[in-house]
């Protein structure tokens, strides 16, 4: 477990220094993802990181990226983790525009490192209006 959570961490890191080549090396080859943006599922790492550049992209001022609550289940060379997260980006004169999402992301130990296979964020929406709601708050 201790080298599952040194991989978020240090994925954390990267996502937070905006270095794309670090936060794609803790994606396999083979990922998915379904981000809460943009298209509904982004398959391979070429195609993840295409995604990864154009979100860093948005956020010109820094970025607003943290775990909540995490969870690591484990067994074998499988494991799965949920967190909340709160992220966005940080505009002029330091203000943030970041809201509360939902995380889930699967791991494989592969060649002796773990690596993420599937991640999945996403945020609550109304049903009657079909908007996203990016207001929500924690709660513990």
């Known amino acids: 477990m201790d080298a599952i959570k040194a991989l978020l961490e240090s994925w954390k890191q990267a ?4 270095n794309l080549d670090k936060i794609m090396s803790h994606y396999s080859d083979n990922v998915v993802a379904f981000d809460a943006i943009m298209k509904l599922q982004f398959v391979g790492k070429t195609n ?3 995604h990864w550049k154009e979100c860093l992209n948005m956020c010109p001022g820094g970025i607003v990226f943290e775990l909540h609550d995490l969870a ?10 949920h967190y909340l997260t709160r992220c966005g980006s940080v505009e002029d004169f330091g203000k943030e525009n970041a809201s509360w999402m939902r995380a889930t992301v699967c791991l494989r130990l592969q060649q002796g ?3 993420i296979v599937h991640e999945h964020f996403s945020a609550p929406f109304d049903p009657e209006t079909s908007k996203a ?8």
């Open 15 to 18: 996502v937070l220094e905006e």
């Open 113 to 115: 490192e773990w690596k």
């Open 48 to 50: 993840y990181a295409a």
């Open 72 to 81: 690591i289940h484990h067994a074998n060379d499988v494991a799965f983790c």
């Open 133 to 140: 709601i990016f207001d929500t708050q924690r709660v513990s």
